[in-house]
T-cell receptor, first 112, second 115 residues
Framework: SQQGEEDPQALSIQEGENATMNCSYK?????LQWYRQNSGRGLVHLIL?????REKHSGRLRVTLDTSKKSSSLLITASRAADTASYFC????????????FGKGTLLTVNP | DAGVIQSPRHEVTEMGQEVTLRCKPI?????LFWYRQTMMRGLELLIY????????DSGMPEDRFSAKMPNASFSTLKIQPSEPRDSAVYFC?????????????FGPGTRLTVT
């Protein structure tokens, strides 16, 4: 079963607007990661947030984590057409289980 | 660094044939992961290795699938015999530490079509 579930499944916005994607998960985590996948390509790591962190920034990306609600959000500010891609959250449960479990992703389309 | 290298990029084969997918991880990375991605099931972890040793193969669908990592710079995923339902994109990824402790670097994938 999927640990992380992204919402919405698809999002279409205009260039310059902000895009927010959400991820919910079910069990406790050690950290949560966000990845981007352009069409026909492999996944690219964007940002990692640890369970004891609440917010993290990287360029135009802002990630928040609420462990009490078991949810995370990814905000892309001032979106560009090049941001068009699928975005996945991945959870690491920690301990001796090294698996990353990916959600099914949010397909973001940024219209020029 | 060239990143994670996978070959072939595309493979079309007939049902019943053997398929071998290859992966070269990033030099110095000690963990390697094989994933399968389909529209229906999303991205699934098949198996991962740490220091060339298979740690968890619980995601391998059935005995038709096998994976090896004879050394730190090479891994294979074999399907024998292949079936149409194996059609998917197969990704290899590597990381410096173990599992989710560090980010994973993905290869470009192998698109497998079994007819």
């Amino acid at each position: 079963s999927q640990q992380g579930e992204e919402d919405p499944q698809a999002l279409s916005i205009q260039e310059g607007e902000n895009a927010t994607m959400n991820c919910s998960y079910k069990t406790s985590i050690n950290n949560l990661q966000w990845y981007r996948q352009n069409s026909g390509r492999g996944l690219v790591h964007l940002i990692l947030i640890r369970s004891n962190e609440r917010e993290k920034h990287s360029g135009r990306l802002r990630v928040t984590l609420d462990t009490s609600k078991k949810s995370s959000s990814l905000l892309i500010t001032a979106s560009r057409a090049a941001d068009t891609a699928s975005y996945f959250c991945a959870t690491d449960p920690g301990g001796s289980n090294y698996k990353l479990t990916f959600g099914k992703g949010t397909l973001l389309t940024v219209n020029p | 660094d060239a990143g994670v290298i996978q070959s072939p990029r595309h493979e079309v084969t007939e049902m019943g044939q053997e398929v071998t997918l290859r992966c070269k991880p990033i030099s110095g990375h000690n963990s390697l992961f094989w994933y399968r991605q389909t529209m229906m099931r999303g991205l699934e972890l098949l198996i991962y290795f740490n220091n060339n040793v298979p740690i968890d193969d619980s995601g391998m669908p059935e005995d038709r699938f096998s994976a090896k990592m004879p050394n730190a710079s090479f891994s294979t995923l074999k399907i024998q015999p292949s079936e149409p339902r194996d059609s998917a994109v197969y990704f290899c990824a590597s990381s410096l530490h173990g599992g989710g402790v560090a980010e994973q670097y993905f290869g470009p994938g192998t698109r497998l079509t079994v007819t």
